[in-house]
């Protein structure tokens, strides 16, 4: 039988699992702490799980597994956007409800989706309205090269934040003294480790030739700024995304130029106290996407944005 609002449960019978994307990447933990302090204000039991390796397959057997762990209902984190689409709809029909934050797979039967910024199409527009705005100011003319990384390019969430810049650059681009050109995307993935060896590789393969990196995750951003650190290398602008502690160090330094962020303590909290009311109250979940405010770090705001908690709880 498919899933209903209709019947209420005490909040020590419900029992809610947050299914990550990965249980390595330090992005995550703010909106670990935010379902965290949901559990412990309401009183229902949190379960917190991820895949390891990161891949759709392992996240697909980890959804396979609700039931039997006693979930009532899911945050998840898709590794794929289209490959947990039948996992997805066969926990709804199964009588699990399944929420998204953070990454979408809209195509599923999930209930809605939740992101703590700006929707991801906006926040590439607006991403490369400030590479122009930075370019203007430092009355730049010619080609100025750049380059993409995500470390999820297959979900939706990455692929509209970069169709959002390429889409807007290409229109910023007619009339302007100068014009910006993609030489390069890259997949950098969400390994800690090989997210840093790949961003080498990028930097080794095309740092002679770009001025701009465009970094769409967390870890990317953070691991450009060290690599330009390392290298004494001033030369690449990094636009980013994402607050991690380091990143907010490598932005008051001079290394990252800044990063576009959202609210993934946010994201934890209402979203799991949203599935909650639905389960203890029966109230109705809503559909379709919802979406809080972006932030941008930079070194006119540092002090601000380390106050947070998306930055605290990231430590």
């Known amino acids: ?120 199409l906006d926040q590439g527009k607006a991403s490369a309205d400030h590479v122009f705005e930075h370019y203007k100011t430092a009355s730049a003319t010619g080609t100025i090269s750049y380059v993409i990384t995500s470390c999820l390019p297959t979900v939706t969430g990455q692929q509209d934040r970069m169709n959002g810049f390429v889409n807007r650059v290409a229109e910023l681009n007619k009339g302007s003294p100068f014009q910006l050109q993609q030489v390069g995307f890259y997949n950098t993935t969400t390994d800690p480790a090989k997210n840093f060896a790949n961003i080498q590789n990028i930097y080794t393969a095309e740092g002679g030739t770009i001025s701009l990196a465009y970094a769409m995750c967390g870890p990317d951003t953070q691991n450009w700024g060290q690599v330009l650190k390392q290298n004494n290398d001033k030369k690449i602008f990094v636009a980013g995304y994402d607050w991690l502690p380091a990143t907010l160090d490598l932005i008051e330094e001079g290394w990252i130029g800044w990063a576009q962020g959202s609210s993934l303590y946010a994201e934890g909290n209402h979203t799991v106290k949203v599935l909650y009311d639905s389960l203890a109250k029966g109230t109705p979940l809503p559909a379709g996407a919802q979406n809080g405010e972006a932030v941008w770090a930079d070194k006119s705001n540092i002090a601000d944005v380390r106050n947070s908690p998306d930055v605290k709880m990231a430590k």
């Open 1 to 120: 039988m498919p899933w209903t609002a209709a019947t209420a449960a005490a909040p020590e019978d419900i029992t809610i699992a947050l299914v990550l994307n990965d249980l390595t990447n330090p992005v995550s933990l703010p909106l670990r702490k935010g379902a965290e302090d949901a559990a412990k204000e309401l009183g229902f039991k949190l379960i917190t799980v991820g895949p390891s390796p990161s891949t759709a397959q392992a996240q697909i057997a980890l959804l396979e597994t609700m039931p039997t762990q006693g979930a009532k209902g899911v945050v998840l984190l898709p590794v794929d956007s289209e490959a947990l689409v039948p996992a997805i709809n066969a926990t709804v029909d199964g009588g699990i409800p399944v929420v998204t934050t953070e990454l979408d797979a809209p195509k599923s039967k999930r209930a809605f989706f939740f992101f703590g910024g700006a929707n991801t």
